[in-house]
């Protein structure tokens, strides 16, 4: 694997975990993301990758606030290394087009899909946004190319 699957793969898994999140998460939740991301800056498989993310989330915590803030906060944060590695930055204003969430079973009609779940959350997710406590009856699906 080179460094630059490695890095897609994990802003896909972070744009995904960012969509799945919860408007209004637990205390628990934002904990979990918040240590998350931590312990990217530690453990991650590329040591130059890791040292960079872990200057820009010094500089720029994570807003695990709330399911969009968090989507904002990993918007951000992926424009500021593609501006380190000279590529082009997204609009976050369109990043709930672009990162979905996660279609868990891979049924395609939304509403029979199910499995999906954030721990302390029902299946499904509310297609208005990301519910919070108790989760919503719809679910988000992974946008793997951009609108």
């Known amino acids: 694997m080179t460094r630059e699957e490695l890095g897609r793969a994990t802003w896909l ?3 995904t975990l960012a969509a799945q999140y919860p408007e209004d998460p637990t205390r628990q939740q934002a904990r979990d993301a918040r240590d998350l991301v931590s ?3 530690r453990a991650y498989p590329c040591a130059e990758c ?3 993310f872990e200057e820009v989330v010094r500089r720029v915590p994570p807003d695990v606030s709330s399911g969009a803030a968090f989507r904002q906060w990993t918007c951000e944060v992926h424009n500021e290394v593609n501006v380190r590695l000279g ?3 997204f609009d976050c204003s369109r990043v709930d087009e672009r990162w979905q969430g996660l279609a868990c079973d891979g049924d395609d009609d939304e509403e029979t899909a199910t499995g999906c779940a954030v721990r302390g959350r029902e299946p499904g997710i ?3 946004g990301v ?3 108790g989760g ?3 679910r988000r699906r992974l946008g793997m190319d951009a609108p």
Request: aromatic fraction near 4%; charge should be positive.
């Open 87 to 89: 590529k082009p930055e």
């Open 50 to 52: 890791a040292r960079h």
């Open 131 to 133: 519910g919070g406590r």
């Open 13 to 15: 898994f972070l744009h």
């Open 39 to 41: 312990i990217m800056t």
């Open 136 to 138: 919503g009856k719809g």
């Open 126 to 128: 509310g297609k208005g």
